[in-house]
């Protein structure tokens, strides 16, 4: 945007001295006493006269800030995951259906509302709002978890010839609506585009949804549910390739996380690790999420 603005000033100072050089009385007039000398803000007024209503306060990245802006609204992507309380991701036997595919692992945060209490100058202030976020977690295994029982339980999945199933996709998907709490420090408190941020904080959630899912190669088969023994425990038949199935699967209803944003003008680098166990205490592993990722679009 920039580049385009300076290119259309050069073309419009260009035209008004090859106009200048064609007056009546034929001499060159010299615009070092007249436009290069007029300053930025003569220019913009020249320049505002050929745009009708053209204002380069107008432009997102040439505004000056007016107030602190802190680094919360926007859309953010991201990997997440979840360790167990000595940060490992290798789980034991018990939880083999608790391996993921991290990679695969992508989260969406959607934060469109954000609220921003000056301290200090402009550069040190506190950041709250409203976001949404999307965590999906790619599982390596072909276990199926049950929703109704006592506590949480996988089982393998089994064709009628006794072959483990290989599945397309195996996840699980949770949502929540989050509400954050940072303390946000800034270096520029007039320029956002040349300014470094640091914010540390926590994040509050409320699940609102969650559900697996799995993409099975064939469809209108009966498929087994069998335990470490091998002993089938229940049948069930796939109708279609994917089956989704929503449910609570003891997850914990409420989330709280440490959190930091990081980052230099627009560019922002968030990363996030659970207070709260990721299940509800005794009815799953204990295990606390993690997420890291950037800010596509900050506003």
């Excluded at 190669?217 to 023994?229: I, Q, R």
Aim: proline residues 3%.
């Amino acid at each position: 945007m920039k580049t385009t603005l300076k290119i259309t000033l050069v073309f419009f100072l260009l035209f008004q001295l090859s106009s200048n050089t064609t007056a009546q009385d034929g001499k060159r007039r010299h615009w070092d006493n007249h436009a290069w000398h007029m300053g930025d803000s003569a220019r913009m007024q020249d320049f505002s006269c050929a745009m009708e209503n053209f204002n380069i306060q107008d432009f997102p990245f040439c505004k000056d800030k007016t107030k602190f802006n802190g680094h919360w609204a926007g859309v953010e992507i991201g990997i997440n995951g979840y360790v167990t309380p000595d940060f490992d991701m290798n789980f034991n036997p018990g939880y083999l259906y608790m391996n993921m595919n991290t990679a695969r692992s992508l989260m969406v945060n959607l934060n469109p509302f954000e609220l921003n209490v000056n301290l200090l100058n402009n550069k040190i202030g506190f950041t709250t709002g409203l976001g949404f976020q999307i965590s999906n977690y790619y599982f390596t295994e072909n276990y199926v978890m049950l929703k109704d029982s006592a506590h949480l339980t996988a089982y393998q999945v089994q064709d009628n010839q006794g072959n483990f199933v290989d599945m397309e996709v195996n996840k699980m998907v949770v949502c929540y609506v989050n509400l954050p709490l940072f303390l946000e420090f800034q270096t520029n408190p007039y320029r956002r585009l040349s300014s470094f941020h640091v914010s540390l904080g926590v994040i509050g959630g409320v699940r609102i949804g969650s559900h697996t899912r799995q993409v099975y190669e064939n469809k209108g088969e009966t498929y087994f549910l069998v335990d470490d023994k091998g002993d089938k425990i229940a049948t069930f038949d796939v109708e279609r390739h994917s089956v989704r199935d929503r449910g609570a699967y003891h997850l914990n209803p409420f989330k709280l996380d440490a959190s930091f944003r990081v980052g230099w003008s627009h560019l922002n680098i968030f990363g996030a690790y659970g207070l709260t166990q990721m299940f509800q205490k005794d009815q799953g592993p204990e295990l606390y999420p993690f997420t890291v990722g950037i800010t596509l679009l900050g506003w």
